[in-house]
């Protein structure tokens, strides 16, 4: 109920500045923008869109996700690693994959490996954070026992320190999400040939403000969906890092 009390309190604050402003062009009323998204789900287009976009992402978590979580686990572990890798993350951790997107562009084309790297580029780094992060937070007791039972360095990293760091891995998994939506609607922007971020440049430029309206709320809903479905998968197949379970 409280959801929906804020989204009829937006909707009438949208309203009410689109009546202010009397200008379609500038800002659409709702009414005009849902119209817009019903003849675009009617012809097909917004699905294909939205599908392609989705895609693009999931394809970059597939890749990006574990290679990130390895990465940064070994560097939370071993510190000779972490001292040779932690210059290059702070540089990198600092300069947006927004920057690099006339670079991808430059020295990949515009093709849908230069997307797929920006992509890459995000989500890795946002999942290796959060999993070294997830590694140095790991209880000394876990290590002492290991150690105390003859276990390997690879067998603790794998047996203690993994699966120790795996909340933190998730966490880092679900805000890479949100940024990789941002991510691929930049690249789509500059030379796609499909994708949310092609139909907000294209309805642009048509002067179709309810078009991008249409693109950017679709972008929203479609970054929150992915969240809830990614937080409802983690409740309910993965139970043992369930984060409510932890509460209780």
Request: include cysteine.
């Amino acid at each position: 109920m409280r959801a929906l009390v804020s989204i009829v309190a937006v909707l009438a604050i949208w309203q009410t500045a689109a009546w202010l402003v009397a200008t379609p062009l500038l800002l659409p009323p709702p009414a005009l923008v849902a119209e817009s998204a019903a003849a675009l789900l009617a012809s097909g287009e917004l699905a294909a869109h939205v599908a392609a976009s989705l895609t693009r992402l999931l394809v970059g978590l597939a890749v990006g996700v574990p290679i990130g979580a390895l990465v940064g686990c070994a560097m939370g572990r071993w510190t000779p690693m972490d001292a040779m890798l932690d210059p290059f993350v702070r540089l990198f951790n600092a300069i947006p994959a927004l920057a690099l997107v006339p670079f991808s562009l430059l020295w990949l084309g515009v093709t849908e490996f230069s997307r797929y790297a920006l992509l890459f580029y995000t989500v890795s780094l946002t999942v290796l954070l959060s999993a070294r992060h997830g590694v140095r937070n790991v209880p000394a007791i876990r290590l002492k026992a290991a150690a105390s039972l003859g276990i390997s360095d690879t067998g603790t990293f794998l047996r203690i320190i993994v699966p120790s760091c795996f909340p933190a891995i998730l966490a880092g998994v679900r805000t890479a999400i949100g940024l990789g939506v941002m991510v691929i609607v930049a690249a789509e922007m500059l030379g796609a040939e499909n994708g949310l971020g092609y139909l907000i440049m294209q309805a642009r430029s048509h002067f179709n403000t309810a078009h991008m309206l249409v693109g950017v709320i679709g972008l929203g809903l479609l970054s929150l969906a992915l969240d809830r479905l990614f937080q409802y998968s983690t409740e309910t197949l993965l139970p043992r890092w369930s984060v409510k379970r932890r509460i209780r």
